[in-house]
C-alpha cells in the first residue's frame, strides 16, 4: 500500500467519476422510463464479472460482452480504479530505470493499448507522469486496440467527467477493432504499434488466454497437435513484440495464475527484450479504502458492492533493444520456415 496524498487524491477523482458516469446513466434511463432497476441490473453484472474474473476465464462462456454500456460501468465500479492503482505502482517502481529515462516516452509519448477498454492504461501513466513533474499533455497519438470498440463512447463520458488535470494531460483516444484471437495484425496496426513508444497489456490477455485449454491446439501447418507452443497459436501476441520499435517499453499486467504469463514469455523468446521489472503483487499490496471520498462511500454503502481493492498480480515491464545485438532470432526466417 501506498500512502501519498497527491495519489490518494488522483484515484479518489477517478472513482468520482466512474460514479458520475452512473448518474449520467441513470438520468438518461429515468427519461426513458425504462422498467428494470438499474441498481439490479448493475449489482447482477458486477457478481458476474467478479466471478468470471476470480476463476482466470477457463471456459469461452466466460466471456464479458463489452459492448455493451451498462457490463463496461459494472466493471469498471469494480475494477478500473485497482487497474489504474497498479499501472502506476509498476511504473513507479522502476522510475529510475524505466520510461522517465526516456525523452520521447515519458514527453507526449504515442501510446498503443492492448485491450485498453475504459482507459485505465492511459489514466495510471497520466498520475505516474505527472507524479515525476511530467506535466505536457500526452501526444494526440494514444490508441486502443480493443475486441470492442464500444468503449469509445464510455471513455468519452469518462473523459468529460475527469478533472481538468487528468483531460488537459489526455487527448481524444481513437478506439480500433482487434481482436488477439486474429492471429496476425492488420497493417493499420502495425502501424500503430510500429509508431509507440509505449505498449500496454493490462489483463486483457487473460480473457482469451484461459481458452487455450478448452481449445484444440493447431501447429504451424494447423494440423492438431499436443505439442504446441504458444507461439505460433497466439501470433498476435508474437506480432505485437515483433512491430514494437527498438526503444519502446511493453508494459503487461495480469493475473498471477493461468496461461497468459507463459504466452508472453514464449514469444519473447524471439526477440531481443531486456526485462526491467517483473515482480508479484501479492494481498498486502492493497489499495487504500482512504482513497474513496464520502460520497463515494456512501455509494458504495447504497448500492452493497465494493470495488475491488486486492489482487494477485504479475507486474512486467519489457524494453526492446536494438535488433543487430548478438542475442537476435531472426524472426522472419522462423515464420518463413
Ligand atoms: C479485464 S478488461 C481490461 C481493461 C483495461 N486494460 C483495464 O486494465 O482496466 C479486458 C479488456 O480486453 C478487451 N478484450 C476482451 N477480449 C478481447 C480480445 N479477444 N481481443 C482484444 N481485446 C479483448 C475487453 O474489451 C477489455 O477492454
Redesign the pocket.
Known sequence: MRENILLTRDLGDVFDSILEIYKTIEQDRNRRNSDKELKDICLEYMQETSRI?RYDLPRESD?VD?SDPLKQWS?MFV??LR?VDLVSYALDATSDIGILKDSDACCSPTVC??????G??VLGLSIHLREHGHTAPMSSRLHV????TE?QGTWQLFHQHLPERFNLAIPEMKYHA????DNDLSLEHQEIVKSSNIV?M???LS??AAWLRTRKKLNRDGVETDDCTSVFEWHSVFSILKHMKPGAFLLYIDNRTGPQRRILMDALECFDFEILYDHVLDGRQFLSNSVFSVSARVFMIEFGYNPCTVAGINEVILLKKKPYSENFVDVDSILDS
Open positions: 474474473y466471456r463489452f466493471y475494477y478500473t487497474h493499448m492492448i485491450g485498453g477498454g475504459p485505465s492504461d486496440l480493443d475486441k470492442y468503449w482487434f481482436d488477439f484471437e500496454t493490462i489483463k486483457s480473457p482469451v
